[in-house]
């Protein structure tokens, strides 16, 4: 039981340059979250999956797509890269079963720099 | 933009001290979390505590909720070098149904000294 995995775990791009961020979870979760991580931000939202077969933006959408493959997978995708987007990303999911359940599990990370 | 913003920033203490990290958020809630994250690693979750509740525990950790002044506390007793980590809060605001979306704050860096 691997909890939530991401790939890959480091990446650099230059500017301009399009990539996309895997995650999967194997818990049979039914929420997928994509945060960003900066110095002194905390997370931030980007977009999320309540359930499979629906995507919505969170707090900062701008620049990023996503698609929830499955109901295991969520794809974060950057078109087109530009330096205010290196950052650490995180995937979360959780079980969201009735609404009762919050708590949300994290995958490892993936840190992106943007040249 | 943030939900909550956490006070202190940082904090250093020694091994067996307690440690106690405050969270003030801006909306009602329906609940708020702690998360802990080592660092170089994701958030691993620590303890919920809902909208009807003053105080939880789990272990060393004690959280209180205070709706009235929008304010959480963590306290944790007994402090050991493995507790070394970043904390932050998290809100779930009204009104978010059921996508479990999550608001978090800045943390705070807790650094415990052997």
């Known amino acids: 039981n691997a909890g939530v995995t991401q790939t890959p775990k480091f990446q650099v791009l230059k500017t301009g340059q399009s990539m996309t961020l895997q995650c999967a979870q194997d818990?049979?979760?039914?929420?997928m979250y994509w945060y960003r991580q900066d110095p002194g931000m905390g997370l931030r939202l980007i977009y999320y999956?309540?359930?499979?077969?629906?995507?919505d933006k969170g707090e900062v959408p701008n620049g990023y797509n996503v698609s929830r493959l499955n109901k295991r997978e969520f794809s974060l995708r950057l078109e087109s890269a530009a330096p205010s987007q290196t950052s650490v990303y995180f995937c979360?999911?959780?079980?969201?079963?009735?609404?009762?359940?919050?708590?949300?599990?994290f995958g490892p990370g993936t840190r992106l720099t943007v040249t | 933009s943030q939900q909550g913003e956490e006070d202190p920033q940082a904090l250093s203490i020694q091994e067996g001290e307690n440690a106690t990290m405050n969270c003030s958020y801006k909306t009602s809630i329906n609940n708020l979390q702690w998360y802990r994250q080592n660092s170089g690693r994701g958030l691993v979750h620590l303890i919920l505590i809902r909208s009807n509740e003053r105080e939880k525990h789990s272990g060393r950790l004690r959280v209180t909720l205070d709706t009235s002044k929008k304010s959480s506390s963590l306290l944790i007793t007994a402090s050991r070098a493995a507790d070394t980590a970043s904390y932050f809060c998290?809100?779930?605001?009204?009104?978010?149904?059921?996508?479990?979306?999550?608001?978090f704050g800045q943390g705070t860096t807790l650094q415990v000294k052997p």
């Open positions: 999956s309540a359930s499979e077969g629906t995507t």
């Open positions: 818990m049979n979760h039914n929420s």
């Open positions: 998290a809100t779930v605001p009204p009104g978010s149904g059921n996508t479990g979306k999550l608001i």
């Open positions: 979360a999911s959780r079980a969201g079963v009735g609404g009762l359940s919050y708590e949300q599990y």
